[in-house]
């Protein structure tokens, strides 16, 4: 691991980005976080040296900001989501994740580094992996097809993954990338032992599993800084549980 290796964290005043950045800081990377708001942080985090902040809604940057925020970085790793309110839900922008993930993917390529940059997405276990063909119940089918088309985070999430596997894909030179698919998602201290899976091995629907929110951190401050972790997940989407 480059103990100077700089990465970039989008949502990282959210619940798990917040988690994500300290374990960052933690294994001796510098970070790079671009939030609205400073309220969500931590004095700890917002004075550690190899923190630095950029005050910005992500959507609001132009092309050419974007690019500026992403040199020198070597990875991005992206916890943005939507607020669980009825404005959060329902109202604009509904293509957060998304947009973001394709706006910042065109940066990686506009700075032309010599290697590629990593792309680590958080996602969910309600999203399938459709590189795998990931089988599901007719009433799971019908109960995602309606979060499809009623509540625009869930399509977002989608779109933001499928945009990974479909236009990046598997072979590109300039972005390699990981989803990371956690379940119902809960706060807990301290990382513990969780177990990870290519694809779901339950119903998110119907017999979710539990995941923390630090696990979740743990293993995308992994996929970015252990060599043996990205070689074995990346272009992948996998599913975190906690151990039970």
Not at 41 to 62: F, G, K, N, T, W
Not at 173 to 178: K, L, R, V
Not at 205 to 212: E, G
């Amino acid at each position: 691991m480059n103990e100077t290796m700089t990465v970039l964290v989008l949502g990282a005043t959210g619940a798990t980005g917040r988690l994500l950045v300290q374990q960052l800081l933690d294994r001796g990377l510098r970070v790079k976080a671009i939030v609205r708001s400073l309220d969500s942080l931590p004095d700890s985090l917002r004075q550690h040296e190899y923190l630095s902040i950029v005050r910005a809604s992500v959507l609001d940057l132009s092309d050419s900001e974007m690019a500026e925020h992403m040199a020198g970085c070597e990875a991005v790793a992206s916890c943005l989501g939507h607020n669980l309110t009825f404005k959060g839900i329902f109202g604009k922008p509904r293509q957060l994740v998304t947009d973001a993930t394709k706006r910042f993917c065109q940066a990686i390529r506009a700075n032309g580094s010599d290697k590629p940059t990593k792309f680590v997405l958080m996602n969910t276990a309600g999203n399938s992996n459709r590189d795998l063909k990931e089988p599901i119940s007719l009433a799971q089918s019908c109960v995602i097809g309606l979060l499809r088309l009623l509540v625009p985070p869930h399509r977002d999430n989608e779109k933001a993954a499928d945009y990974l596997r479909t236009e990046v894909g598997q072979n590109d030179t300039e972005i390699q990338w990981a989803a990371v698919r956690p379940d119902s998602l809960f706060e807990e201290d301290d990382v513990s032992d969780y177990e990870l899976h290519p694809s779901p091995t339950r119903s998110a629907i119907f017999n979710p599993a539990r995941t923390s929110r630090i696990n979740v951190a743990h293993f995308m401050a992994d996929l970015i800084t252990n060599h043996d972790a990205w070689e074995k997940w990346k272009g992948q989407m996998p599913v975190i549980y906690n151990k039970e």
